[in-house]
């Protein structure tokens, strides 16, 4: 399969979080037998491109806040890409959630409904609270829907981040499919369920922060860190010899 045909997915890249995307990327590629393509949104080379160009946000949660509604255009406005935020663990196959789909949908995701335990999150960043939280954090767009297609980058950088992250620009509510919450289950949110959710989002913070080392699914990340590293080292030792 040519790396054209092989499913996209974008993810936040915050250069504060790296080892929470290299960790998110590898349970992605593991769990798919590399059958990926996982792309990091990194806001400076989208600022250098000239596709991001609103004023630096220093009240912003991370720095892909909003340049996560350009993903539709950056896989070429075609078919069904998926984004999602860095502090993720996949625990399942990604290519799964691409099964079934509705064309008629401009977007699917996990509708969370839920008022936020914590009130900071991560690294100390103030917890918000607004309409559709959590939604626009693992987005199943389909680039071939009108509503998607109006998603270019004069549109992100002008509008407001509310009208973004509340899908305002969806002009019927009936376009926003609904995936079951193991999807994106938000640890800290909600009871820890018998069995493991396919997709685990630290939304308050996650083990690469000294204060997270004990929250639930901690084992599961550590794990998959490990597994990290102990393939990246393979590699320097292949490139070295």
């Known amino acids: 399969m040519r790396d054209a045909q092989l499913p996209k997915i974008f993810v936040g890249y915050d250069s504060r979080e790296d080892i929470a995307w290299q960790v998110c990327r590898h349970s992605l590629l593991r769990h798919a037998d590399n059958a990926l393509n996982v792309i990091p949104l ?4 989208l600022r250098e491109l000239g596709l991001y160009t609103r004023s630096l946000d220093t009240g ?8 996560r509604f350009l993903t539709p255009y950056l896989a070429g406005l075609h078919g069904w890409v998926l984004f ?6 996949f625990t399942v196959d990604v290519r799964n959630v691409f099964e079934g789909l509705d064309a008629s949908k401009a977007l699917y995701c996990v509708q969370h409904e839920y ?13 918000a609270v607004y309409p559709r ?3 626009s954090s693992f987005m199943l767009f389909n680039c071939d829907h009108p509503d998607v297609r109006s998603l270019t980058p004069a549109v992100v950088n002008s509008v407001s981040p509310a009208f973004l992250h509340r899908f305002e620009w969806i002009k019927n509510e009936s376009a926003i499919g609904a995936l079951d919450l193991d999807w ?3 640890e800290g949110e909600y009871s820890k369920p018998q069995k493991t959710p396919r997709v685990i989002h630290f939304t308050n913070g996650g083990p690469w922060f000294d204060e997270w080392q004990n929250c639930d699914y901690a084992d599961l990340w550590l794990h998959e860190r490990a597994l990290y590293l102990e393939a990246n080292a393979e590699r320097d030792v ?4």
Do not use: Y
């Not at 999602?84 to 663990?89: A, M, N, T, Y």
């Open 84 to 89: 999602c935020d860095c502090d993720f663990l």
């Open 42 to 45: 990194r806001q400076p080379a």
């Open 238 to 241: 292949r490139v070295a010899a």
């Open 115 to 127: 008022t936020p335990a914590q009130q900071v999150k991560m690294d100390g960043k103030q917890q």
């Open 60 to 67: 912003a949660s991370t720095e892909f806040s909003l340049t």
């Open 184 to 186: 994106n289950f938000l």
């Open 133 to 135: 939280k959590n939604w």
